[in-house]
């Protein structure tokens, strides 16, 4: 029988909150997070780190100056930084921007980028692998964006779309913008 999945490629968190709450794909359910589900991914972040394969995803990791989440930091540092890698690729999630929000190390600013973004990368090596394993057991990949102003009219969608069937020609791959 047939598969389908849907994925989300950003540009924000937006497009995994719809999988999460609107197509009901929870981590309750079985459903694995994946690298483009809580970060600000541009489009020519998304489509030169697709076009490699990741390959340089975890290259040049620094941090980068950015406004706090709102929330109670009462308990947490003065936060003020995310991590962003060589693609460009912004995770505020994963910044000391989002500390009072984390699971794990709550509160702690430097919980992702201590011993050279150790859990960082623990964190994103699975991702990574559920993005690849996604698209290995299913036919179908729904490709989740999200508009947003400061990145419309970037790219196409279909451009992507087209980059994957080039490297996956036996799948279908679609999108769906919210």
Known sequence: MP??????????????IYIKSTLQLTKEKG????PFDLCITSYAALYECLKT????????????????APGDRS?????????????????NHEGSTHSHMFNEGK???EFYIRNDFQE???RYQIRVKNWFDYIEQNDE????????KVFKGEGSLQAICDLLKGKYPKKIFRYLEI
């Not at 459903?31 to 994946?34: E, L």
């Not at 394969?53 to 706090?68: G, V």
């Not at 995310?82 to 693609?87: D, E, G, P, Q, R």
């Open 3 to 16: 598969s389908k999945i849907y994925l989300s490629i950003g540009v924000n968190c937006g497009p995994r």
């Open 31 to 34: 459903y694995k997070s994946c």
């Open 53 to 68: 394969d990741f390959k340089y995803f975890f290259d040049d990791l620094h941090l980068i100056p950015w406004e706090n």
């Open 75 to 91: 308990l947490c540092g003065k936060g003020g930084y995310n991590i962003m890698n060589k693609y460009g690729i912004n995770f």
């Open 107 to 109: 509160n702690d600013d």
């Open 120 to 122: 960082f990368r623990k």
């Open 141 to 148: 990949i729904i490709l989740v964006h999200g508009l947003h």
